[in-house]
Each structure stands twice: as C-alpha cells, then as structure tokens.
C-alpha cells in the first residue's frame, strides 16, 4: 500500500508540473537572428540597438525571409532590451542569434561593455559571428537579400565554411573577440561588413586594439592576413612577366611562424607555402612552358613576401598584434609575468623574415 | 555480488561530475601559480591513494565500512566515523543539487522560479535514494553510459578545432615551476577519490583487480588534464578565470556546423544534469546507509526523521548559498574531504594491520 502511495503521489506531481510551467508556446515567442548596436542619433542617449525579428513561416522551399526590424535609443543594451519588451506582444528568443554587428561608430569608441553583455548572457550563443557594419549596423539590417532563406542567416552563412567561402573574411566568433580582449598578446581582428545600393560586401578587415578600432585593412591586405592566419582555400594572386600577365589561383595556402632569438634582435620567421594553378592568361601564346611556370613561382615568392612584410610592418607600426606574437613569445618562456613587461620593448623592434614556397602546379584544363 | 565494471562507473561519474562541476574553477584561481604542479602532484596522490584503498579493501571481502571498523576501534570512534562520512556524503550531494538547480535556472528555464525547480529535483532524488543498493548501481550503469558519444564529440572537436589557441594552453603549461598549494590539491585529487562509495557498496561488488585500478587512474589522469586544459584552448588563459560555469560557456563555444543541432550546449546539459542527479542520488544513498549502520533504535523511523532532515537542510542551503559564494563553501568542503580521505587510509590501514595480528596469533 505505501508503495501505491508514492506511486500516486509522483504521478499527481508529474500532473501538475507538466501543463507548461513557465513555457511559453511557440506562437508566443520572436526569434531574434540577428542584433545590431548603433550610435544614437537621439541626445542623452549612447547607443541604438536594432533587433532583427524573423517572421518566417518554416517553409524550406520558399525564399526570401520576411523580417520585422525592432529599434531602440538607450545607454545600455540592457536598458534597450527591457524596454522593448514593452513594445511587442512576444517573448523575445536571444538563443538564435547567429550575427552580432557592431556599428562603425560604436567600434570606434569602446567595444569591451558590449562584449561583457553578450558574454554574461547565457542565451547567446557564443560562436554567433562578430562584425563591424559600415555605414551602420541599422542599414545593413535592414538589407534583404532575396536569396536568403532564413532571416539573418545571409551574415552568419558569409562567416560559416558551409556556406561560400571567401580568402578575405577572417572571421571572428563572439568568445574569440572577448578572449582576444582579455589575454594578453593577441587583439582582435575583425570582418567589415558594408552596405552598398544593391548588396552586402565583406571584403575588409578592421584590426583592434584592446579596446576600439585602429585600422582597415585593404582587400588584398586582409587576404594576406588571412594567409598568415587561418590559411586559403580560393585566394587569387596576379602576376606579372615579361610574357605578359597571369592570374594564379591560390588552392592551398599556410603559414606557420617561430620567433628566434637573433643575435641582438628578435626575429619572426614566416615559412608560408602556397599552392595554386594558373586560372588566366592575358595575353595570346602558344602553350606555357616550364619555364614559365618557374618564372610564375619566383615571382609569386617575392610578391607574397613583400606583400607579406609591408603588412606586418604596418600593424607593427601601430602597435596592435592579432596574429599574436606576445602570446607566443609568452608561451615559449617561462615565468611569462616578468617577461611581459620585456615584450613591450621587443615588440616594436621586432624583425620580420618571410621565406615563401610558392608552387605552381598546373594550368587547369588548358595548356 | 555484481560485476567489477561497476567499480569503474563509480570512479567515471566522480571524475566527470567533478570535472564538469567545481575544479576547474578552483584550479583556475591558482592559474598563475600552482595549478598545473598542483594537478601533476595530485595525480600521483591520486593514483597513490587508488592503489592502496583497494590493497586494504581486497583484505575485508564483502564488508562494508562498519563491519571492518567493528571490534578494531572503540564503538563511540566508529559511530562518530561513520557520522562524519554521512554528514560529508550528504554535503556533497547538496552542493551538486543546489549547483545544478542554478545552472537549470541559468540555461534551461530561466521564468521559472528555483523553489518549483529544487523541489521537482528533491521528488526525483528522494524516492531514489531509498532504492535498494543494487537498483543504485544499475542505474548509474544506464545513465554513465548514454553521454559517452557526447564527451567523445567534444573531445574530437577540440582536436579539430581551428579556432583553439594552442599557445595560451602552452602558457598555461609555463607556470609549472611554481609551487603547488594545498586547495588546488586538494580539487584535483578529488577527481581520483571516486572510490569512497565502495565502503558501502563493497557488499555488492567483487573484489577488483589490479588492471580495472590502472584504467581508473589513467582515466583520472586523462579527464583532470582534459577538463583544465581545454577550457583554456577557447576562452584564453586570462579570460577562463572569469566564467561561472566554464565547461558550459566552452561547449557554447564550438560550432557543430554538420551536426544535428547547431548549440551543443543542449545536448550537453541534459547529460550533464542526469549524471549530475545521478550522483547526487548515489551520495543522498551512500549517506541514508551510513545511517542504517549506525543502527540508532528503531531502524525504520528513523530514515523517515533523517529524510526530513536531509530536506529541510537543503532547502536552507539552496535558500542561502548564492552563485558567488558556491564555489567558496566548495573549496572548504574539498579541503576537508583531501584530508577525511587520508584519514580513512589511516583507518583502513590500521584495520587490516590489526586483522593480521588477530590472524596470527
């Protein structure tokens, strides 16, 4: 008999417990996609946080994703959300956002609190993807891209590997950007998203400091540091000979570095390897000989090695590391606390050798 | 008596409760300074203290704690003992109940209130640690196994992951000079003392080979370096320190694109608090027993009278223990336990020397 009693007793609480709680139905709910944070144009207020809502209806065969753009001036992200809530009949759902967009503006003064917002909420995912917008957050938003099949997922799908994947987008996930904020020797470096007439392009990569914005990198720039960071799949170099112009394919490229203790200074050793095939020729020949081809990997070495030194040389110039020689140097020797200090010094005089091994390997379905 | 394997199940859901749990937090504290000779030092105690327990135990066949003091120590020292154990076996559950309590609030549903949450935790914890010791352990089977190919995923993720600094895991490793200090010790040996629910369910398994021992150590070894190590791959050796629940935020971190859901986390968190139930449920057991070998007059009334202690003790702890202060109360409980642990050794020694003697002569 006891035993029917407990029996009852769980069922009766399973009962009670189980008409949804606290759950909100579906129905009830808006599914945020993305979130972008502007300067406000409003006095006395700092920021303008954009919320894209999707409204899809979970059709996989249609596209083109209608969205609802919810805006809101106030000081804090916090403030913006919790007054939103007061505009709209729905619970606002944070745990699928896919892309965060920081506007231009807003990166340029101080991005660490927005950072510990996102962080601190255990709703967000932390590998939704970081970007700057350009002009502003809100006009990249509102941007709709009629082959896009979900709301917001044309961002986030510029980012993933899955999606296309293009040799100047280096990108950056939400806990990436707050550990390169918080560790010491590395910053941060981040995809620039920009909103023309007619489309998005993400082809430029801005390099922080600890705290704001420093500096843009050119297209061919941010390839380059892509090179020496997360490596490429599809880059593309042109070069020219005394036979005319080519266009070279890059269809594997790496970097690995080491820093040596030289005799007075510190050097960073750059063994890149690149691989590629010739995709174009510009002017008439007959077939392209070895030779040629030879010539081609010589003149893509020294390219990528000037290339590849100027840039270096031009972040070093202006202090910022986001290929992380401090955590390196760090790594490699012990009690790091007393050679921090050292590595300020060494940084700025920090020497940089590239030895570049370019191959080409064919010239695709043609001679 | 039931398989050997249950030994190891044992040791598995100790380490992997810990591991998600507390220690990485408390190691973390001492990250520039001795965490990582802490975690070396600790594995070797650890093994240390594996391979002993089981020499003494392996004397004392199908006894429990209370048959293997009784006649050895005076009667008023074995009761206090076996007090102490239960008193420091229902601790343990409680900071896993009121931990996991928060983390439900924290991730799953956040509108609902702790009060409904703590008390449908309690229905389940309570009626299943008044099952019999052999359901316990069968239980424990089921559950420790589902979330393998879980672990397994994230495992093969960090390898694969691109994302993951390998050079703040290498700085992290730069620190090994330092001395180790005694709460970072302490954390990480508790990943290797998964065997103390043996002193109750010694009755129901066979005695443990050696081979079984090795495995559990090694595990030990392999899960306290994977649980420090790899938190720091994703979240940097400065930021890691400052994540309340480090395992989830780095879980949160890695990006399955081919997998069935994008946020693992999920998944993740339902293994996470069954097997984190699990163990509260095998802790709440282990005490109501140590309880029954006490043998207070009339044995049955007197679960009843604990059971309502033990409930209302935890209602006052989930009322007033906070996130922040969790992890305080837990380093103090983990440096009690390095030292009731040796103490045990102690006592256990001092039983099979005086069952020689008493066998000799």
């Given at each position: 008999m006891p035993s029917f009693c407990i029996v009852a007793l769980v069922l009766f609480l399973m009962i009670v417990l189980?008409?949804?709680?606290a759950y909100k139905p579906i129905d009830k709910r808006a599914f945020i996609t993305a979130i972008g944070i502007d300067e406000s144009n409003t006095p006395g207020k700092e920021l303008k946080i954009i919320l894209k809502i999707s409204l899809s209806?979970?059709?996989?065969?249609?596209t083109g994703g209608s969205f609802t753009l919810l805006t809101l001036d106030a000081n804090s992200i916090s403030t913006a959300i919790s007054l939103l809530k007061s505009r709209t009949d729905k619970e606002l759902v944070y745990g699928h956002i896919k892309a965060i967009l920081i506007g231009e503006n807003v990166a340029k003064k101080d991005i660490r609190p927005l950072l510990d917002f996102f962080m601190r909420n255990p709703s967000i995912h932390k590998a939704s993807y970081l970007s700057v917008a350009k002009p502003t957050a809100y006009e990249v938003l509102q941007f709709n891209p009629p082959e896009e099949q979900v709301t917001g997922s044309f961002v986030s799908s510029l980012f993933t590997t899955t999606g296309s994947e293009s040799p100047y987008i280096k990108e950056v996930t939400l806990f990436d950007a707050y550990r390169r904020v918080t560790e010491a020797g590395i910053d941060i470096a981040m995809p620039v998203i920009e909103a023309n007439e007619k489309n998005l392009q993400v082809d430029k990569i801005a390099l922080f400091n600890k705290k704001n914005i420093q500096m843009a990198l050119t297209p061919e720039e941010s390839q380059i540091f892509r090179l020496l960071t997360k490596g490429i799949h599809t880059g593309h170099i042109r070069l020219k000979t005394n036979d005319g112009t080519y266009d070279v394919d890059i269809a594997n490229g790496k970097t690995k570095f080491k820093l040596k203790q030289g005799q007075e200074e510190t050097l960073a050793v750059f063994r890149i390897n690149l691989n590629g095939y010739i995709s174009e020729k510009m002017e008439y020949q007959e077939t392209l000989s070895e030779k040629i081809l030879r010539e081609l990997e010589m003149q893509a070495e020294n390219k990528i090695q000037v290339d590849v030194k100027h840039l270096l040389q031009k972040i070093q110039k202006k202090e910022l590391d986001p290929i992380g020689f401090g955590l390196r140097y760090r790594s490699r020797h012990l009690n790091p606390n007393k050679d921090e200090l050292k590595w300020n010094d060494i940084y700025p005089q920090l020497e940089f050798q590239v030895a570049p091994e370019c191959k080409i390997k064919g010239t695709e379905m043609i001679d | 008596m039931i398989g050997r394997r249950f030994y190891l199940y044992l040791m598995y859901i100790n380490a992997w409760v810990s591991a998600m749990g507390f220690i990485p937090q408390i190691l973390y504290k001492n990250r520039f300074g001795g965490s990582i000779s802490s975690i070396i030092l600790a594995t070797l105690t650890g093994m240390l203290l594996i391979v002993l327990f089981q020499r003494q135990m392996n004397k004392f066949p199908g006894q429990n704690i209370s048959q293997i003091m009784k006649g050895i120590f005076p009667e008023w020292f074995r009761k206090l003992f076996l007090i102490f154990n239960l008193i420091l076996m229902y601790c343990n559950g409680v900071y896993f109940l009121v931990s996991m309590t928060q983390l439900v609030k924290t991730y799953v549903i956040p509108n609902m209130s702790y009060v409904w949450i703590f008390i449908i935790f309690l229905a389940l914890i309570v009626f299943s640690s008044m099952l019999q010791s052999d359901s316990i352990l069968f239980m424990l089977e089921f559950v420790v196994m589902l979330p393998i190919p879980v672990y397994l995923f994230i495992i093969g993720k960090f390898l694969t992951d691109d994302l993951v600094i390998s050079d703040s895991i290498l700085e992290a490793m730069t620190y090994i000079l330092h001395w180790p200090n005694y709460s970072s010790l302490a954390a990480a040996t508790c990943i290797f003392t998964g065997y103390t629910p043996l002193l109750i369910f010694n009755k129901q398994i066979r005695p443990i080979p050696k081979k079984h021992l090795i495995i559990a150590g090694v595990f030990g070894f392999f899960v306290l370096f994977t649980c420090y190590l790899i938190p720091i791959g994703y979240l940097g050796l400065h930021g890691v320190g400052k994540e309340v629940f480090v395992w989830l935020t780095t879980t949160d971190s890695m990006r399955f694109e081919n997998f069935l859901v994008d946020r693992t986390i999920f998944i993740l968190l339902f293994f996470h608090i069954g097997i984190s139930l699990m163990f509260v449920i095998l802790c709440w057991h282990s005490s109501l027993q140590f309880l029954k070998m006490i043998k207070i007059k009339n044995g049955e009334n007197i679960k009843w009278i604990a059971i309502f202690f033990f409930l209302v003790a935890a209602s006052f702890a989930q009322y007033s223990i906070d996130e922040t202060s969790i992890l305080r109360f837990f380093t103090w409980f983990l440096n009690l336990r390095l030292a009731s642990d040796i103490t045990l050794m102690l006592i256990l020694w001092r039983a099979a020397k005086n069952r020689c003697q008493a066998f000799v002569s």
């Open positions: 189980l008409p949804g709680c209806k979970g059709d996989p065969k249609t | -």
